[in-house]
């Protein structure tokens, strides 16, 4: 069965830390995996990847994928309060059929304290 | 551009009741879905659809109907609410890119109360 899964599930940091949020993942047929962050409402895209090794970077973000160990890892420097936030992985794997399917991690909420 | 627009934003309904959760997108985008999300169960897909026309059931599709006439409309329908329906409820939209069609565009959600 696919399963894609987050950890921690919480962290509590000071402002100005940096922090690893990790997602590991069992797909078949994997195509991409994806980066979301989600405040008060929607989740917001943060970052595609589809390949081992390539760094995706976006301000103090940056992500990276292993696809040998199946694992990606979030970073976030020098973290702000606006960094809280519950951070949702997925995996993009192909179905039959041309079809797609997104699965989903549970999150990590980070919570950034001044 | 208003991108993914989900309206009521919140609602009550007493058991048995129908009612629609609309979810419009002004992207051109082919793929449009519904999700749910209650807590410690992460994101599930309800329906999704990938043109109009075109629909089709994700991993929780049982109460729900949906239909997609036009490219930018993709509602949901309650068919007979249960408490266990609810739950906040997000549309979401995306173009296929070379690898799928995975960043997707989240509406504000809908916060649904079933009694």
């Known amino acids: 069965e696919d399963k894609v899964v987050q950890s921690p599930l919480s962290l509590v940091v000071h402002e100005g830390d940096t922090v690893t949020l990790n997602c590991s993942y069992e797909?078949?047929?994997?195509?991409?995996l994806l980066w979301y962050k989600q405040e008060k409402k929607a989740p917001t895209f943060l970052f595609m990847l589809t390949s081992s090794g390539i760094e995706k970077k976006s301000g103090r973000l940056s992500s990276i994928l292993d696809k040998k160990e199946l694992f990606s890892i979030l970073n976030i420097t020098a973290t702000q309060t606006g960094d809280s936030a519950i951070y949702l992985c997925a995996v993009e794997a192909s179905r039959a059929g041309n079809n797609r399917k997104l699965i989903w991690g549970l999150g990590t909420s980070l919570a950034v304290n001044p | 551009n208003a991108g993914v627009t989900q309206t009521p934003k919140f609602q009550v309904l007493k058991t048995g009741q129908s009612m629609t959760l609309q979810c419009a997108q002004d992207m051109n985008h082919e793929y449009m879905s519904w999700y749910r999300q209650d807590p410690g169960m992460g994101l599930r897909l309800i329906h999704y659809?990938?043109?109009?026309?075109?629909?089709d059931q994700g991993e929780v599709p049982n109460g729900y109907n949906v239909s997609r006439s036009t490219t930018e409309d993709f509602p949901l329908r309650l068919l007979s609410a249960a408490p266990s329906q609810t739950s906040v409820y997000f549309c979401?939209?995306?173009?296929?890119?070379?690898?799928?069609?995975?960043?997707?565009?989240f509406g504000p959600g809908t916060r649904l109360t079933v009694l």
């Open positions: 659809s990938v043109g109009a026309g075109i629909t």
């Open positions: 979401a939209s995306s173009r296929p890119n070379r690898v799928g069609y995975n960043e997707q565009f």
């Open positions: 797909v078949t047929n994997f195509r991409s």
